[in-house]
């Protein structure tokens, strides 16, 4: 008899509530992008004003495909949150394509990169060992029709990937133990990190250290767009606050362990996603009251800058331990939900069997955290991390449009399921967000041709591991 059939098998629990929900919408959100991502935005856009907007907007746009989302979070609360709707959309191999693209790249990478980014910050208080130049700059590349798709560089800052890898295999230690050990940590660190960012906004815009004349122009008509244009500027500094948002729909993973989902998943996507939005417009408008744009576009250390614009050097030290905070926390709760998807994927026949098992006493998808920190130290060896989070939000982006559309599928495929939630203002929202979606990830192939084709490699991959998976499941079920 197979496990999955066996009464007797552990099972996942529901033990997390609304408020641990919240926190990891928004743990899984504020990570290191709040930190970075403004300097290379006012550097496509060259004002202050439209910076300002584009963070409001990108965060609609955000919410709009969380509002969506919460719909069939609600109707389909279990463990593996969207690759189960995926699966209910449009059938085993879509499902499974997309929780094959968690695994390959989407969430995998995002644990590599943003562990990454808390080793770097690290590093400010303690240097890690480094090899000498030639060795650090032996690499291979993997080409495709002759054309270089990804760069390897695994000796490249070695000492930063070790710290790195450390950190995950101890948070994946950590909900290896418990989910609700796993939740509290998060709520924890999630608290910690909205007090540090609510500290530097606070300080920064009740210093008198800035000027209010940092806020103008909306729009600089002589600046000239490294993009070209205006609408092209736009797009592109939204790539990089979809960074800053992207990770929102972790709590879906985690449909089987949350108390009453109906109701507490789509309150915790609201509330998680507005508190980000809220957050993100601040602590810009504290970036811009301390610093002009240009000062912001040339900075490389932005949050450091402003800091030690109204203390002294000592903020360098502050916002260092600010990112750590925000970055332990997201990695956290990346490591936490993720892992829900490969063992929902295993229970229906669509992955390796063993990370169905559950553990006896800590009720965790154990083996599923364990692969999961494997296979995220292998890409931190890989020293790609501007490629992998490049590539990872064109794959996400598909996603979520196809997410998104899926409402209309389960509205027709599904009439009668009872909906707890329904999307505010059906059927123009999903449409809307269908249509960006679209938009979005057509321009974004355009603009970064080598990392989509790569990013399309790594899902396409996965299509031969299928049919094997459904193989093996059916001559299980002809001997059971």
Known sequence: MQKNNNILAPSLLQRLGLFTATTIVIGSMIGSGIFKKSTTMATDLGAPGILIAVWVIAGIITLAGALTNAEISGMLPRAGGQYVYFREMYGNFMGYIYGWSIFSVIQTGSIAAIAYIFSTYLGYFFEAPRLSPEWEAWGFSIPIAGVSVLDLYPLK??????????????LSTVNYIGVVFGGMVNNIFTTLKSAAIAFIVILALASGAGSGAHFTPFVNESFQYPSGTLLGGIILALSGAFWAYDGWNNITYLGAEVKQPQKNIPKALFMGVGFVIVVYALVNLAYLYILPVETIAGSTLLASDVMKAIVGDWGGAFVAVAVMISTFGTTNGTILASARVYYAMAKDGLFFRKLEDVHHKYRTPGPSIVVQGIWASMIVMTGTFDQITDMLIFVSWIFYGLGAYGVFVLRKKM??????????????LPIVFVLFSAFFVIFSFKENIRNAVFGLLLVIIGIPLYFWFKKKGESVKENT
């Open 157 to 170: 800052e070695i000492g930063l990937k070790i710290m790195t890898i450390f950190l995950i295999l101890f």
């Open 415 to 428: 009439p009668n399921a009872e909906r707890p939630y329904k999307v505010i203002g059906y059927p123009v």
